[in-house]
């Protein structure tokens, strides 16, 4: 998964997500302070897992247990699948 960056003065604070493949993909998620930008970053993050086709039909999970806990706060958009809420 990512790191996060810290923006040049003046510029927003940003943190860069990135999940290898099968989901594949990379974001730049950019905040007004660098805390903003961890919060929308893992909104971002959970919007990405718990709405991936991995994860409805099981094949993702950590410590053997697939399509329950990712141990990441959900978006209000996936409680009906995902454990609970951001």
Known sequence: MGGCTRGQ??????ITIEIDAP?????TIYGASSMQALVLGLKT??????????YREKRLG??????GNLFIPAPAEFLKDAPYPF
């Open 9 to 14: 003065v003046g510029y927003p604070d940003l």
């Open 23 to 27: 989901i594949d993909v990379k974001r």
């Open 45 to 54: 993050l959970a919007s990405y897992l718990y709405g991936s086709d991995e």
């Open 62 to 67: 950590i410590g053997g247990e697939f399509g």
